[in-house]
């Protein structure tokens, strides 16, 4: 029942797959790639993030992508489903000396804890198959981005045999895909344009020359 998830009153708002000990044992072989990558830098950089902006992290783990945000002097929301993996950010950012333009917030793409357009620019890093309801959380990046937002929402690819850790890390991604939500790049893309978001781009193309699948609106460049 992928589009069940409906009911935020619970506290926690991730994929029934990340929770319990299975879920936190899953993450441990990411850990190295969840602290730091360089899909994280290369999604920040393409994202752009601005002094005095605000923006969101969707699923923002362990904070690869905020922290490098953060450096920018934006205000970055950590969104983070989770419960232990937003344990280990928030201890993260407590020691950050970044931490007083860091939030780390319960939430997940169906739940964004931010007004209404409210948001400069929003980005998501490998967290678009664990959706539960991609159609609310579209709703929601249209709700919480402003009128001039930028989205960049990535999945790698980790099925494609040119990835290079397609022996690593593709069978997790295999055709059952673990009960994980399989994401259709012009599903989402038509999805975010009858949102009404602007200048939408779903395509597959590469970055930190990884395949992904990636979505672009609001005028962030797609990546070479
Ligand atoms: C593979 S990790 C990627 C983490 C981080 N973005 C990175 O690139 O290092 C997937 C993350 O998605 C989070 N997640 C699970 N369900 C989610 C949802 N419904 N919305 C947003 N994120 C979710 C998980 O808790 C986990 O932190």
Same mark, same amino acid.
């Given at each position: ?82 419960? &232990?993996?937003?344990?280990? @950010? #928030? ?6 000396? %970044?931490? !007083? =333009?860091?939030? *780390? ?86 999805? &975010?344009?009858?949102?009404? @978001? #602007? ?6 193309? %590469?970055? !930190? =020359?990884?395949? *992904? ?12």
């Amino acid at each position: 029942m992928p589009h069940a998830n409906h009911d935020h009153d619970h506290g926690h708002h991730g994929h029934e797959n990340d929770r319990g000990i299975t879920g936190a044992l899953r993450y441990l072989r990411w850990l190295p790639q969840m602290w730091r990558s360089e899909i994280n830098d290369a999604v920040v950089d393409l994202v752009d993030p601005q002094a005095g902006e605000r923006v969101v992290d969707i699923g923002a783990g362990l904070g690869a992508g905020a922290m490098r945000a953060a450096t920018s002097g934006a205000h970055v929301i950590a969104v983070e489903p989770t419960p &232990l993996i937003r344990r280990l @950010l #928030a201890v993260r950012r407590f020691v950050s000396r %970044h931490r !007083a =333009d860091i939030e *780390v917030v319960d939430g997940a793409a169906e739940h964004i804890p931010a007004g209404d357009h409210s948001i400069d620019a929003i980005w998501a890093v490998n967290t678009m198959h664990h959706w539960v309801d991609v159609e609310q959380g579209v709703a929601e990046i249209a709700r919480a981005l402003g009128p001039a937002g930028r989205l960049l929402l990535v999945d790698e690819l980790f099925t494609d045999p040119t990835h290079p850790e397609y022996e690593r890390f593709g069978s997790d991604h295999g055709p059952e895909h673990h009960g994980f939500t399989m994401i259709d790049a012009d599903e989402m893309g038509a999805l &975010l344009s009858a949102a009404g @978001l #602007a200048d939408v781009v779903a395509a597959q193309s %590469h970055i !930190a =020359d990884r395949p *992904v699948i990636q979505v672009t609106a609001g005028g962030v460049p797609a990546a070479g």
